[in-house]
């Protein structure tokens, strides 16, 4: 690795979401009584139903760290303070919940978002009974490459503020739709705008022009466009599948991507099995995300490795594919992130609450567990200790929900229940 790039770290330096362009798109949001700036000021917020603070050692020793009548004193951009309401410690400020529910913003540590145009005919077919194929990836990369820069942050900072009103304070998002050097690092640098979490998805599928000679647009990829990207990217992703990159394509541009300072992801075994899910644990990658079909060589693997499985719901709701099968992996130990996988082909949902209820109906997760995957499980997803638990320490990125417990977001699908979202301190919805 790059020195001085570190893949699991505290505390980035640039403020993920923070944007000023996303505050803007914000700014009709409700705000509340005194000081709502990332000031030094301290603010409790109480009366609290059901807080899920996602740390063991507090209230009733699950995973989630479940505390009832629980209070949460905000200082400056962290939580100070976390508790039995009755204990919590004079604040500047006060912040009634009503006998709501709260818990870390949402860690979507999957997303496509810089890109143009949309596929709603291709839905449509597959609606009909098409089926989907990486081949549809060409359609928004031909958009994305005629779209100006400014349309392109247009779209970002949209899909970013609607994330933001489903509760998510934290999201990755890759490049994938330029598939030229200019057109990738011009997506990385919009990403970049917006969040520090970007990954370079140069090996989304091969360029249309290398089509004749993939072995040349990998050489592409883990040469000059790598060269272009790298600065502005912290991962490296490849689409491990039939129609995309196969496993030794895909070896050979992770481990370019690690020589030049960036972590290792994959978009592994989605549409077919294959070797993507054991390549990324063997490259102690982050994540290997999607895990539609895996072997129990491959459960294993993940089990026996430090790589997150990172389940996508939207991805096979919007394909009407098989789902992926949480129970099996929880129950192996594996630990699991769920996220959006938004984007205009395969997935085109940024919101985690819809991924929680698909999890939770379809994939054998308990609402606890979908909750956990979707904060807790989505920081691991990116080596992260700093976001997806409220305990003192940790940013004070926080989803307030109008119900009383966290259970709602499986148990009222559809239902817009988030109404108040804190980011670094900040009430921003
Ligand atoms: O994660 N699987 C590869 N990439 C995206 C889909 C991209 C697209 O269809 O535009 C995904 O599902
Ligand atoms: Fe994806």
Same mark, same amino acid.
Not at 274 to 296: F, I, K, N, Y
Not at 364 to 392: F, H, K, N, Q, Y
Not at 396 to 423: C, E, F, M, N
């Given at each position: 690795?790059?020195?001085?790039?570190?893949?699991? &770290? !505290?505390?980035?330096?640039?403020?993920?979401?923070?944007?000023?362009?996303?505050? #803007? !798109?914000?700014?009709? !949001?409700?705000?509340?009584?005194?000081?709502?700036?990332?000031?030094?000021? @301290?603010?409790?917020?109480?009366? $609290?139903? !059901?807080?899920?603070?996602?740390?063991?050692?507090?209230?009733?020793?699950?995973?989630? %760290?479940?505390?009832?009548?629980?209070?949460?004193?905000?200082?400056?951009?962290?939580?100070?303070?976390?508790?039995?309401?009755?204990?919590?410690?004079?604040?500047?400020?006060?912040? #009634?919940?009503?006998?709501?529910?709260?818990?870390?913003?949402?860690?979507?540590?999957?997303?496509?978002?810089?890109?143009?145009?949309?596929?709603?005919?291709?839905?449509?077919? &597959?609606?009909?009974?098409?089926?989907?194929?990486?081949?549809? $990836?060409?359609?928004?990369?031909?958009?994305? &490459?005629?779209?100006?820069?400014?349309?392109?942050?247009?779209?970002?900072? /949209?899909?970013?503020?609607?994330?933001?009103?489903?509760?998510?304070?934290?999201?990755?998002?890759?490049? %994938?739709?330029?598939?030229?050097?200019?057109?990738?690092?011009?997506?990385?640098?919009?990403?970049? &705008?917006?969040?520090?979490? +970007?990954?370079?998805?140069?090996?989304?599928?091969?360029?249309?022009?290398?089509?004749?000679?993939?072995?040349?647009?990998?050489?592409?990829?883990?040469?000059?466009?790598?060269?272009?990207?790298?600065?502005?990217?912290?991962?490296? #992703?490849?689409?491990?599948?039939?129609?995309?990159?196969?496993?030794?394509?895909? /070896?050979?541009?992770?481990?370019?991507? /690690?020589?030049?300072?960036?972590?290792?992801?994959?978009?592994?075994?989605?549409?077919?099995?294959?070797?993507?899910?054991?390549?990324?644990?063997?490259?102690?990658?982050?994540?290997?995300?999607?895990?539609?079909?895996?072997?129990?060589? #491959?459960?294993?693997?993940?089990?026996?490795?430090?790589?997150?499985?990172?389940?996508?719901?939207?991805?096979?709701? @919007?394909?009407?594919?098989?789902?992926?099968?949480?129970?099996?992996?929880?129950?192996?130990? +594996?630990?699991?992130?769920?996220?959006?996988?938004?984007?205009?082909? @395969?997935?085109?949902? @940024?919101?985690?609450?819809?991924?929680?209820?698909?999890?939770?109906?379809?994939?054998?997760?308990?609402?606890?567990?979908?909750?956990?995957?979707?904060?807790?499980?989505?920081?691991?997803?990116?080596?992260?200790?700093?976001?997806?638990?409220?305990?003192?320490?940790?940013?004070?990125?926080?989803?307030?929900?109008?119900?009383?417990?966290?259970?709602?977001?499986?148990?009222?699908?559809?239902?817009?229940?988030?109404?108040?979202?804190?980011?670094?301190?900040?009430?921003?919805?």
């Amino acid at each position: 690795m790059t020195p001085g790039r570190s893949c699991e &770290r !505290a505390a980035p330096e640039p403020d993920p979401t923070a944007d000023q362009a996303t505050k #803007d !798109a914000m700014s009709n !949001a409700t705000t509340v009584s005194p000081a709502h700036s990332a000031s030094t000021a @301290s603010t409790l917020i109480t009366n $609290i139903a !059901a807080l899920v603070t996602n740390d063991p050692s507090l209230g009733d020793g699950t995973p989630l %760290g479940l505390v009832q009548d629980a209070a949460v004193v905000i200082e400056g951009d962290r939580i100070a303070w976390t508790g039995d309401q009755s204990k919590a410690p004079a604040t500047d400020n006060r912040v #009634d919940a009503g006998g709501r529910a709260v818990l870390p913003g949402f860690v979507d540590s999957h997303s496509h978002l810089v890109f143009a145009g949309d596929r709603t005919q291709e839905f449509n077919a &597959r609606m009909s009974g098409r089926p989907y194929s990486a081949g549809g $990836i060409r359609t928004t990369v031909e958009a994305t &490459r005629a779209a100006t820069d400014e349309e392109l942050e247009a779209n970002v900072t /949209r899909y970013l503020a609607e994330a933001l009103r489903q509760g998510t304070t934290t999201f990755e998002t890759k490049s %994938g739709y330029g598939l030229t050097t200019a057109d990738e690092s011009r997506a990385l640098r919009v990403a970049a &705008r917006h969040t520090d979490e +970007v990954t370079y998805l140069g090996a989304h599928i091969v360029a249309p022009e290398f089509a004749e000679d993939p072995a040349a647009y990998v050489a592409l990829v883990t040469g000059e466009m790598l060269d272009a990207c790298a600065p502005h990217a912290r991962w490296i #992703d490849v689409f491990c599948e039939q129609g995309a990159f196969d496993g030794d394509q895909a /070896r050979a541009i992770l481990t370019a991507g /690690r020589a030049r300072g960036l972590h290792p992801r994959i978009h592994a075994n989605q549409l077919s099995y294959g070797p993507g899910v054991r390549l990324a644990v063997e490259l102690d990658a982050a994540s290997a995300d999607h895990c539609t079909h895996l072997t129990d060589e #491959d459960v294993d693997a993940l089990a026996n490795g430090r790589t997150v499985a990172t389940l996508l719901p939207g991805a096979e709701f @919007s394909t009407r594919a098989e789902w992926p099968d949480a129970r099996r992996l929880l129950d192996a130990g +594996v630990t699991v992130a769920l996220s959006t996988d938004c984007n205009p082909g @395969s997935s085109f949902t @940024s919101s985690v609450p819809f991924c929680i209820a698909l999890a939770v109906r379809d994939m054998g997760m308990t609402p606890d567990e979908a909750v956990w995957s979707a904060t807790a499980g989505g920081a691991a997803a990116l080596r992260r200790t700093d976001i997806g638990r409220l305990t003192p320490g940790a940013y004070a990125d926080l989803t307030l929900l109008d119900a009383p417990s966290h259970v709602h977001l499986a148990y009222r699908p559809g239902v817009p229940l988030v109404t108040g979202v804190w980011r670094r301190g900040e009430r921003v919805l």
